[in-house]
């Protein structure tokens, strides 16, 4: 098949389930870490780079049924169908995937709330809403910031907030290895110039402890699921879920507790403090 399809070497590729089982784990063990402490609380899902909700083909292991990793926003419609979530949001720019994404996650949570863009959710009524689970998938590695700024703002309602990010880390690394000087000089060259000096900060944990909420940031080690597309993935959360902490490959920081021996550095104890 041309490769063009497969799309193996963007932040997609036919071994993405890999990445979409393990955030799903992260996501039902950081939602249970909650609610087992919260019984009752009003606890909502979101999806903030929802997609189309297409499932990825898994390796085939069995010769029959519907083998495929579910994509973020029906992983979530599907934990939403749990007693203790009560509404989901889903994000999706693109008009085309929006269309199908709605009809797929309707199907299975009638009441999901379909967005067009996530800075609609700066203008979103949250009422009741306790706490929030939030999915963040971007493409590529250009949108944090924004994203991240979302992701804040809805903590300053008040609400308790569980942010689990993946991190395309090939994309980014990408651009930093990008030679943008000499004699080819142009507009496009000189504007991805100025974007690299945005990005540089992305590395380190300290900046992502710095831009979100919550007691613990955990970072995962690095994943290469494809030649082109590594990622990592990112949580900030109040209460860490045992298998993250349990896991080999986790970075944690704690703020509570930031000169733990090998998990903070310098400047995030001095962020901490
Ligand atoms: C990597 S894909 C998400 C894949 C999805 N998590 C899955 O499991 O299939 C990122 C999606 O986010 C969408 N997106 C990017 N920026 C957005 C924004 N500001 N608001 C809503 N959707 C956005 C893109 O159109 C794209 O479909």
Not at 7 to 35: N, P, V
Not at 86 to 94: A, G
Not at 141 to 159: C, F, M, N, P, V
Request: net charge positive; aromatic share 8%.
């Amino acid at each position: 098949m041309d490769r063009r399809h497969l799309r193996d070497g963007a932040g997609f590729s036919e071994r993405s389930y890999k990445k979409l089982q393990e955030l799903a784990r992260i996501a039902h063990s950081q939602l249970s870490a909650w609610t087992i402490t919260h019984p009752g609380a009003h606890s909502w899902l979101i999806d903030m780079t929802a997609g189309d909700g297409q499932g990825i083909q898994k390796q085939q292991r069995a010769l029959f049924g519907d083998d495929l990793a579910d994509a973020t926003p029906i992983m979530l419609a599907k934990l939403c169908r749990r007693p203790d979530a009560e509404r989901l949001i889903v994000c999706e720019k693109s008009g085309e995937r929006r269309h199908v994404l709605r009809e797929r996650v309707l199907k299975l949570v009638p009441d999901t709330v379909v967005l067009r863009r996530n800075q609609d959710l700066l203008s979103y009524d949250f009422g009741d809403c306790d706490y929030a689970l939030i999915v963040l998938d971007p493409c590529g590695h250009g949108s944090y910031e924004e994203h991240l700024k979302i992701i804040q703002h809805i903590r300053a309602q008040a609400i308790k907030t569980d942010a689990i990010l993946t991190f395309n880390q090939r994309s980014w690394s990408r651009h930093m290895g990008l030679h943008l000087q000499g004699e080819h000089d142009n507009r496009r060259i000189a504007a991805s110039r100025r974007a690299k000096q945005l990005y540089t900060w992305m590395p380190e944990l300290n900046e992502w402890v710095s831009r979100l909420p919550g007691r613990y940031l955990a970072r995962s080690r690095l994943t290469a699921q494809s030649a082109a597309f590594w990622f990592q993935f990112i949580v900030a959360t109040d209460y860490l879920a045992d298998r993250i902490r349990r896991q080999k490959g986790w970075e944690i920081f704690d703020r509570a507790n930031p000169n733990r021996p090998g998990t903070a550095t310098a400047a995030a104890s001095a962020l901490a403090g």
